[in-house]
């Protein structure tokens, strides 16, 4: 990342506190897609983690206007720019489209009986997905997040550098998208799911202008801290209210703004501790975390009942066939406990294969195709 404040282009800059967080929302997001299974996993904040996609969407347009917001306006490229970022995710999402196409006809269909329409493959390949009304893709459970990412990047490249004309547009892509998730209007084209980008996103961007105008002033440690705990306590507090609803997203992502501007300083005692190598290093692997994680919990789902039953266990298998999560299971709070933490070191290993294979060499690869810096 770089910081671009006062329109000049500074010596790269890592915000590690902010890596740290991107990787503790991946963690939420595993746990949710696991459902209320097992001491961990029926943590209410777990439960509800799908909030935190839009956390993602904040830093991202926080990163996109630290590390190309200045070089953009400075003639970057913006095609460069776009080949850059399509190599950032897309790889990573090709192949695990691929491997679920595998999986489809080697394991669902002949073994399990299950068969999953061909356009859920069509969108997925092609992160059409970004434009439905709601998320589900068997061959690619994720690719909404990757697609709203892509065009949010587009927004980027036609937006940056525009001066006042851009800052209006952005402007009413976030008001509409906001009133369109407060009054719950959910159309192909212009679904919750884009709308929870495009308000996300420009307000990550306002979130790194702030930064920079405020770069000058200092508030000490000791403010920095307070202002931490309090925003950490207001996330915590926002995620146990019930019936979570498109309608709360709106005020979660002024929240997550907040804590992307705070956290930015890396400055006080929670920001700080968050530097702990482990958290540093999650960050690093959440991307491929989040591309990955489902295939250590749609594949169990549907396979440890058989083996629970092979194995003297029926008692462990829930009734109604539930799909969602690991909730076709049943057994024990402190197995299902035991089982949820395997699956997560699972993911996690998968994760670093994945990282180091796949989103870094294809990652540097690419760049070797983008214009140098402006």
Known sequence: MVNTAGGGIAAPHRFIALDSLRGIAAVFIVFFHMGAFGWIASWPPFTVGWLLVDFFFVLSGFVIAASYGGRLAMGYPRGGFLLVRLGRVYPLHILTVAIFVALEFALFRPLLGEAHPYDELFRGIFLLDAFVTGAGNFYAPVSWAVGVEMVLYGVAALLFGRGRLGVVLAALLAFSSAWALLAGFNEVGFGRLLQRGLLAFPLGVLAFWLHGRLASVSPGRGL????????????????????????????????????????????????????????????????????????????????????????????????????????????????????????????????????????EPTRHWTRRFAPPRA
């Open 224 to 359: 920095l801290t307070l202002a931490e705990l309090a925003l950490v306590a207001a996330f915590l507090w926002a995620l146990y209210q019930p019936a979570p609803t498109a309608a709360r997203i709106p005020a979660l992502a002024l929240l997550y703004a907040a804590m992307v501007l705070v956290f930015a300083r890396d400055g006080g005692l929670v920001a700080r501790a968050l530097h702990w190598r482990p958290l540093v290093w999650l960050g690093q692997m959440s991307f491929a975390l989040y591309m990955v994680h489902l295939f250590w919990i749609i594949l169990p789902n549907r396979l440890l009942p058989k083996l629970f039953a092979a194995t003297g266990h029926a008692d462990w298998i829930a009734r109604g066939g539930k799909r969602f999560g690991l909730l076709s299971l049943d057994p024990p709070p402190a197995v299902a406990t035991l089982i949820s933490l395997g699956l997560f070191a699972g993911a996690l290993g998968t994760a670093w294969l994945a990282w180091r294979f796949v989103e």
